[in-house]
């Protein structure tokens, strides 16, 4: 684990320069030793790596020299935070009693690897209730709550917001911070919140006309302490669409002002900075240039 007040140096006018923890979801082809070195090459100082196959039910363990190899080889780099993104088949708000099981299983095995990695967070969407909302949440939080304490270790759960297509939890501040509130206190601690830009914005939380007051709703749902992960990404459909498709940063619907918001916002200053965006067909190369052109906008 890494601690991210540790070390922070004082800028000239006696002011605390902040470092910028900016980086990528990154690609763990290969294995997940080689994950942070493609978070190296693009200049990231935080990075996202998928720890199996998130597509996949097949779970599987880190164990040993993978996990020394990858701690080493984050070691080495300048990447100050860390996380994994959990599978997209988990439904830990699912009412079927099979997949429910198998859904806290595989979370569980989440869980487990994110700290056998030494992974500072792993970001997990909320889950699709199906037949009512209200009992979804209590599930939600229950499988939530059972999972952490099967497997206690530092990594923080970051819930993620989505974008409210079909009968998906977390598409409003609210809502999140029900599922928060549900988990017994002796774990909550444990959970935070991931804001996905491209997510709120379809969402119909409006960046771009209101971003203050996206920022105040935030607040007053659950405190902006809550907040420990951003996901910077563009949205390749309109406002409010309840779409969950990335664009590049400037290139779709919220265009550059938010992502210009947020990169001067003080009140997010500390909180780790992810882009999910395209990465056309040269990742290295684009996502550089993502990260260059969010720079640009840090420093005015
Ligand atoms: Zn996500
Ligand atoms: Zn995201």
């Given amino acids: 684990m890494t601690s991210l007040d540790a070390d922070v140096p004082m800028g000239a006018n006696g002011k605390t320069v902040i470092p910028l923890l900016l980086g990528a979801h990154v690609s763990a082809a290969g294995g997940v030793p080689d994950a942070p070195p493609r978070a190296a090459a693009i200049g990231a100082t935080t ?17 040993g020299d993978e996990c020394s190899s990858f701690r080493d080889r984050l070691a080495a780099t300048s990447v100050a935070a860390s996380m994994a993104h959990d599978s997209y088949l988990i439904n830990l708000a699912s009412p079927d009693h099979v997949l429910r099981a198998r859904s806290i299983a595989a979370f ?44 206690p270790g530092p990594t923080v759960l970051c819930l993620e917001t989505t974008a409210g297509a079909g009968t998906v939890l977390g598409a409003t501040f609210e809502e999140l911070a029900a599922i928060i509130e549900r988990v017994d206190p002796a774990h909550r601690s444990r959970v935070g919140l991931c804001l996905d830009s491209c997510h709120v914005y379809s969402a119909g939380y ?33 406002f409010a669409s309840r779409k969950d498709r990335h664009e590049l940063i400037a290139e779709g619907s919220l265009g550059e002002v938010p992502f210009r918001r947020i990169m001067t916002d003080e009140r997010l200053a500390r909180v780790p900075k992810v882009i999910e965006t395209p990465k056309l067909d040269d990742a290295t190369a684009t996502d550089t240039r993502m990260l260059e052109r969010l720079r640009g906008y840090a420093i005015g």
């Fill in 206 to 238: 409006d960046l771009v006309r209101d971003y203050d007051g996206v920022i105040t709703r935030l607040s007053d749902a659950m405190g902006l302490d809550r907040l420990r992960v951003l996901h910077l990404n563009d949205s390749k459909t309109p």
């Fill in 47 to 63: 990075m996202q790596l998928f720890t199996k196959m998130a597509t996949r039910w097949a779970e599987r363990d880190c164990e």
């Fill in 108 to 151: 569980g095995a989440e869980l487990r690897r994110c700290h056998a990695l030494g992974l500072d967070f792993l970001v997990s969407h909320p889950g699709n209730f199906m037949d009512d909302r209200d009992s979804g949440l209590a599930r939600n939080a229950s499988a939530i709550e059972e999972a952490l304490s099967a497997n």
